[in-house]
T-cell receptor, first 115, second 116 residues
Framework: AQKVTQAQTEISVVEKEDVTLDCVYETRDTTYYLFWYKQPPSGELVFLIRRNSFDEQNEISGRYSWNFQKSTSSFNFTITASQVVDSAVYFC????????????FGGGTRLMVKP | DGGITQSPKYLFRKEGQNVTLSCEQNLNHDAMYWYRQDPGQGLRLIYYSQIVNDFQKGDIAEGYSVSREKKESFPLTVTSAQKNPTAFYLC???????????????FGPGTRLTVL
């Protein structure tokens, strides 16, 4: 069974703090893909990153970084020096290659960054 | 500008009525998807289509129907059989071809459906 768990439903930080959003996944596939999306108040999902199961290198993009650990089935997302514009709901998702590339989403983490 | 458009943004319907949500993309993507999002929850897949004239049920297809007569369009009909249709509906598309086969899905702005 495919499952994605985002245990933190809501996080509140003050601007400039670092924050980590957790994502734990379950899959029986040996090849799989993980994604992070951002959903601002407007509602549209914005793609942030894709990671395949063969590549365990961590990735950094500006203030964003991702830590992929196959051993613990986790794909955590860190925002450094958070800003008010980072306030949104963040979703982690698992792609099912053998099922039409459907995405299984976690429940999302609502991040509130206060000035 | 390439992208996905969904209309209308807000939709109200009376209980017992069918309603069709529009989704159009000009990204030349082969695959299209419909998701439902309930308050405070993640997205769940309703239907998807990998090519024209073909579509598959997702995890929560009951009470919904789709068609894919053109590559650019993937309308979703919420029928009266859907017991709890009030939700936010998101359409997505992806390339799903060759080296891009496992690419990200691009999402439209969504339609918020309320059943009165």
């Amino acid at each position: 069974a495919q499952k994605v768990t985002q245990a933190q439903t809501e996080i509140s930080v003050v601007e400039k703090e670092d924050v980590t959003l957790d994502c734990v996944y379950e899959t029986r596939d040996t090849t799989y893909y993980l994604f992070w999306y951002k959903q601002p108040p407007s509602g549209e999902l914005v793609f942030l990153i894709r990671r395949n199961s063969f590549d365990e290198q961590n990735e950094i993009s500006g203030r964003y970084s991702w830590n992929f650990q196959k051993s613990t089935s986790s794909f955590n997302f860190t925002i450094t020096a958070s800003q008010v514009v980072d306030s949104a709901v963040y979703f982690c998702a698992l792609l099912r290659p053998n099922a039409g590339n459907m995405l299984t989403f976690g429940g999302g983490t609502r991040l509130m960054v206060k000035p | 500008d390439g992208g996905i458009t969904q209309s209308p943004k807000y939709l109200f319907r009376k209980e017992g009525q069918n309603v069709t949500l529009s989704c159009e993309q000009n990204l030349n993507h082969d695959a299209m998807y419909w998701y439902r999002q309930d308050p405070g929850q993640g997205l769940r897949l309703i239907y998807y289509s990998q090519i024209v004239n073909d579509f598959q049920k997702g995890d929560i297809a009951e009470g919904y129907s789709v068609s894919r007569e053109k590559k650019e369009s993937f309308p979703l009909t919420v029928t009266s059989a859907q017991k709890n249709p009030t939700a936010f509906y998101l359409c997505a598309s992806s390339r799903n071809k060759g080296a891009d086969f496992y690419n990200e899905q691009f999402f439209g702005p969504g339609t918020r459906l309320t059943v009165l």
